[in-house]
C-alpha cells in the first residue's frame, strides 16, 4: 500500500501521520499525498528483536516534503540513499526487502 502524507487544503503544511486539524492554520481541510520514497537520515540496528521479528533495523527518513518517518527495514540501508517506502495494512512504514 502507498504511503499518504496529509497535505492542508488551505495553506500547504504536511503532515504524517495525518491530524485532525492543521497545527499552522487551523483548517480541517486535508489531500491525501502519495509518497513512494525517501532519504535515509538514521539507522538504528534492533539488537534483541523477537525470534519471529523480520525487522532488523530502525530507519529514520526525511520526506521530500520534510516531514520525518520511521519505518522498519530487514537490513540497513545506506545513509542518505533514497530508499522505496510502502505502508502495511497493520500501519507500518516498511522499507520493502532488496
Ligand atoms: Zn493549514
Given at each position: 500500500?502507498t ?9 500547504g ?5 495525518a491530524?485532525l ?7 480541517y ?20 528483536a523477537?525470534?519471529?521479528c ?24 545506506t545513509?542518505h ?16 526487502p532488496?
Amino acid at each position: 500500500m502507498t504511503l499518504l502524507m496529509s497535505v492542508c487544503a488551505d495553506c500547504g503544511a504536511t503532515y504524517f501521520p495525518a491530524r485532525l486539524r492543521c497545527h499552522r492554520c487551523g483548517s480541517y481541510r486535508f489531500l491525501d499525498q502519495p509518497v513512494d520514497s525517501a532519504r535515509v537520515s538514521g539507522v538504528v540496528p534492533v539488537h534483541r528483536a523477537p525470534e519471529d521479528c523480520p525487522w532488523h533495523c530502525l530507519v529514520e527518513l526525511q520526506t521530500e516534503a520534510g516531514v520525518t518517518v520511521m519505518a522498519v527495514a530487514q537490513e540497513p540501508p545506506t545513509l542518505h540513499s533514497l530508499v522505496p517506502l510502502i505502508q502495511q495494512a497493520d500501519g507500518a512504514v516498511v522499507i520493502p526487502p532488496r
